[in-house]
T-cell receptor, first 113, second 114 residues
């Protein structure tokens, strides 16, 4: 079965600094990979996804992620954190060619002024 | 209204009560989902409906009973719940069930079982 590991439930980053959220997955077949963001009192919103093709994927709000098969990773980055980036971020994987996703536990991002 | 709407936003119920959660999507999607979000745990897929037919039940206890009368509406009927069922219940929809069809989530119902 597929699974996702996100280390560090809480991540603090200074405003203007690099945001880096790590995601590692386990899968015996080529995965489809996703990052979702959840703002307070809201549902999840898709940030970006990788299905096939280019391994560097750009998403909304300046985020991007790179699929590295050799490392089984799909880390999320943003060059410069903004206060509005404070939210919870979830990595998810599907290995069955559908959108039945296995989610990680999430990273709560706090942006320090 | 647009997107996926869930009602109520908050619900407190005793273990002997019967209540229902409602989800409505205005996106013209064909698939709808129930997820459970508990603190410090990954989101858990509960049920999947595609074209009103249930295609997945992820070993959910029978005290949770879904209903999908049409592709735009999804209900979750609750009865004799346990305190550990307290969580945020999220509804989602998608155009179809392939990986290129992203999930659109509602804002959830925060359920507290006393």
């Amino acid at each position: 079965a597929q699974s996702v590991t996100q280390l560090g439930s809480h991540v603090s980053v200074s405003e203007g600094a690099l945001v880096l959220l790590r995601c590692n997955y386990s899968s015996s077949v080529p995965p489809y990979l996703f990052w979702y963001v959840q703002y307070p009192n809201q549902g999840l919103q898709l940030l970006l996804k990788y299905t096939t093709g280019a391994t560097l994927v750009k998403g909304i709000n300046g985020f991007e992620a790179e699929f590295k098969k050799s490392e089984t990773s799909f880390h999320l980055t943003k060059p410069s954190a903004h206060m509005s980036d404070a939210a919870e971020y979830f990595c998810a994987v599907s290995t069955r060619g559908n959108n039945r996703l296995a989610f990680g536990k999430g990273n709560q991002v706090v942006v320090i002024p | 209204e647009t997107g996926v709407t869930q009602t109520p936003r908050h619900l407190v119920m005793g273990m002997t009560n019967k209540k229902s959660l409602k989800c409505e999507q205005h996106l013209g999607h064909n698939a709808m989902y129930w997820y459970k979000q508990s603190a410090k745990k990954p989101l858990e897929l509960m049920f999947v409906y595609n074209f009103k037919e249930q295609t997945e039940n992820n070993s959910v206890p029978s005290r949770f009973s879904p209903e999908c009368p049409n592709s735009s509406h999804l209900f979750l009927h609750l009865h004799t719940l346990q305190p550990e069922d307290s969580a945020l219940y999220l509804c989602a929809s998608s155009q179809e069930t392939g990986p290129n069809s992203p999930l659109h989530f509602g804002n959830g119902t925060r359920l507290t079982v006393t």
